[in-house]
C-alpha cells in the first residue's frame, strides 16, 4: 500500500503564503500522477491541482490559477503546493492524492487510488 502524510498548513492572514507538502511511501510515487484537493466544513471535496508522474505537466483550478504551483521531487518522494496571494475562502483541509501507474491527469476525487489525512489551511481577514 500507499502512505501519504500532508504537512505545512497553519493560520495565515490574507495575503499570506504557505508550502504544504506531501510525503510518499512506497517505490512508486514517480510514475504516480499526483493531486490535491481541498474540502471546507459542509463542502465538497474539491479540485485544486494535479502533476503528471514526470512533473512535465499541470492543470489548475480556475479559482487558484496564478496564486498555486504544484510540483514534485521524485528523488524526495514528495509533492508541493505553494499557495500565495491566500484568501478566506482558501480556507480547508488540503489533502494530496496519487494515481499509481498513470500519465494522466485527474480532476476528479473518484479517479484517485490513495489519500493522505489532510492538513488545516487557515485564512484570516
Known amino acids: 500500500q500507499v502512505q501519504l502524510v500532508e504537512s505545512g498548513g497553519g493560520l495565515v492572514q490574507a495575503g499570506g503564503s504557505l508550502r504544504l507538502s506531501c510525503a510518499a511511501s512506497?517505490?512508486?510515487?514517480?510514475?504516480?500522477?499526483m493531486g490535491w484537493f481541498r474540502q471546507a466544513p459542509g463542502r465538497e471535496r474539491e479540485f485544486v491541482a494535479a502533476?503528471?508522474?514526470?512533473?512535465?505537466?499541470?492543470y489548475y483550478a480556475d479559482s487558484v490559477k496564478g496564486r498555486f504551483t504544484i510540483s514534485r521531487d521524485n528523488a524526495k518522494n514528495t509533492l508541493y503546493l505553494q499557495v500565495n496571494s491566500l484568501k478566506p475562502e482558501d480556507t480547508a483541509v488540503y489533502y494530496c492524492?496519487?494515481?499509481?501507474?498513470?500519465?494522466?491527469?485527474?480532476?476528479?476525487?473518484?479517479?484517485?487510488?490513495?489519500w493522505g489525512q489532510g492538513t488545516q489551511v487557515t485564512v484570516s481577514s
Open positions: 492524492a496519487a494515481k499509481l501507474s498513470s500519465r494522466n491527469l485527474y480532476v476528479s476525487p473518484r479517479d484517485y487510488d490513495y
Open positions: 502533476i503528471s508522474w514526470g512533473g512535465a505537466s499541470t
Open positions: 512506497g517505490r512508486t510515487f514517480s510514475n504516480s500522477a
